[in-house]
């Protein structure tokens, strides 16, 4: 049986998608990945896995005339590839791929991997957003939310309904690779780091403005933030790094290692499908500082493994920040160990590839059950 994933990058596909892609293939299952190209193509195909280079998917673009090139390179590569089944992640191989295999009549499963600031923000944008998921997802054979409210949100939307979808826990954790990792013994210099994309969506601008407020009281403590530019933010980050107020890192490889020095992590998005950094920081036994909106608040206990504040709330912020340095280091590692207890008993990345194992038997068997029928 052949499996195809449609998916807008590489980078995301091999850091959550992995463990799924690697079952699959011990099952005997044949993958094929279209993706648009990156740096972890290699690595892709090396665990078995055919590629299809998209080059005609752009992330963020709003060009009618390149959309409409990229659904008819999903019917061009779903009639030549015919698999027998088809997972897609993101909004536009959610919609765009959706379409494609409705038209030619193949299953397929669609994760919401969040909302995203398209449909969050009013607008033109929402309704297109909203009105390609209706058509793309309509004859999905089944739809993956990430949290309740995303699904509820949909739902009352009527572009998905609750029979036809499910709850998973994110995209999980691996909680080998991100195993548990000795809290730093020293209580001062504390090093508090966020990871992901620099925009105004992340909470960049309250990040900035409560790292410049505790640094007046608490000169030692260091801000850093690891990830790359999603909009023009670079003289900004110049400006507050001159200050040293903030330590820039470009995106990384691999987080584990500046998880693990870290003493919290603060992540101040305003809208998550669900947060890899909240699990990662968690499964490694790091105590979290997070906004309370959904995608963000499953992941984490407010008072037991993190604290939370009110996203867009920069105030709110610093005093999270200050209430977490009044702490005692031991106060904090126990926060982090129980992040840690958390992750492995809710989180646990086995928990969402077993679901999509089930999904894709059940879909297959029943189309097996319908091609026999139809024989007879």
């Given at each position: 049986m052949k499996v195809l994933i449609l998916t807008n990058d590489c980078t995301g596909l091999i850091k959550f998608r992995r463990e799924l892609i690697e079952r699959l293939i011990e099952e005997d299952y044949k993958v094929q990945v279209s993706v648009p190209e990156g740096i972890f193509i290699e690595e892709i195909k090396s665990i078995g896995c055919k590629v299809a280079l998209n080059c005609y998917l752009e992330r963020?673009?709003?060009?009618?005339?390149?959309?409409?090139?990229?659904?008819?390179?999903?019917?061009?590569?779903?009639?030549?590839?015919?698999?027998?089944?088809?997972?897609?992640?993101?909004?536009?191989?959610?919609?765009?791929?959706?379409?494609?295999?409705?038209?030619?009549?193949?299953?397929?499963?669609?994760?919401?991997?969040?909302l995203g600031t398209s449909i969050k923000n009013k607008?033109?944008?929402?309704?297109?957003?909203?009105?390609?998921?209706r058509i793309g997802l309509k004859k999905a054979a089944k739809v993956f939310f990430q949290n309740r409210e995303n699904q509820e949100y949909m739902d009352k939307k009527h572009i998905v309904t609750k029979k036809q979808s499910d709850i998973i826990p994110g995209s999980g954790v691996n909680i080998d690779k991100h195993?548990?990792?000795?809290?730093?013994?020293?209580?001062?210099?504390?090093?508090?780091?966020t990871v992901g994309r620099i925009m105004k969506d992340k909470g960049i601008h309250e990040i900035l403005e409560a790292a410049e407020k505790t640094k007046k009281k608490y000169p030692d403590t260091v801000f850093r933030l690891i990830g790359d530019f999603d909009e023009n933010y670079g003289e900004t980050i110049q400006k507050y790094?001159?200050?040293?107020?903030?330590?820039?890192?470009?995106?990384?490889?691999?987080?584990?290692?500046?998880?693990?020095?870290?003493?919290?992590?603060?992540?101040?998005?305003?809208?998550?499908?669900?947060?890899?950094?909240?699990?990662?920081?968690?499964?490694?036994?790091?105590?979290?500082?997070?906004?309370?909106?959904?995608?963000?608040?499953?992941?984490?206990?407010?008072?037991?493994?993190?604290?939370?504040?009110?996203?867009?709330?920069?105030?709110?912020?610093?005093?999270?920040?200050?209430?977490?340095?009044?702490?005692?280091?031991?106060?904090?590692?126990?926060?982090?160990?129980?992040?840690?207890?958390?992750?492995?008993?809710?989180?646990?990345?086995?928990?969402?590839?077993?679901?999509?194992?089930?999904?894709?038997?059940?879909?297959?068997?029943?189309?097996?059950?319908?091609?026999?029928?139809?024989?007879?």
């Open positions: 963020r673009g709003t060009s009618i005339k390149k959309d409409w090139k990229l659904i008819r390179y999903y019917v061009r590569l779903l009639k030549r590839e015919k698999p027998d089944i088809v997972l897609t992640y993101t909004i536009k191989p959610n919609a765009y791929g959706g379409i494609a295999c409705s038209l030619l009549g193949i299953p397929y499963i669609a994760n919401i991997t969040g607008g033109s944008l929402r309704f297109v957003a909203l009105l390609l998921y195993c548990y990792e000795p809290y730093p013994k020293a209580k001062f210099p504390v090093v508090f780091t790094e001159r200050k040293n107020i903030i330590t820039y890192i470009p995106q990384q490889p691999d987080i584990h290692p500046y998880i693990a020095e870290s003493h919290a992590i603060i992540h101040a998005s305003y809208h998550e499908g669900m947060s890899n950094v909240l699990l990662e920081a968690a499964a490694t036994g790091r105590p979290v500082i997070a906004t309370d909106v959904h995608g963000c608040i499953e992941a984490f206990e407010p008072e037991v493994t993190g604290i939370a504040f009110q996203a867009g709330d920069a105030l709110g912020l610093s005093i999270a920040i200050e209430k977490f340095l009044a702490m005692s280091n031991g106060e904090r590692e126990a926060m982090g160990k129980a992040g840690r207890e958390k992750m492995e008993k809710e989180f646990n990345r086995d928990i969402v590839v077993g679901k999509y194992m089930a999904e894709i038997e059940r879909i297959l068997k029943k189309g097996r059950h319908y091609h026999n029928y139809n024989e007879q």
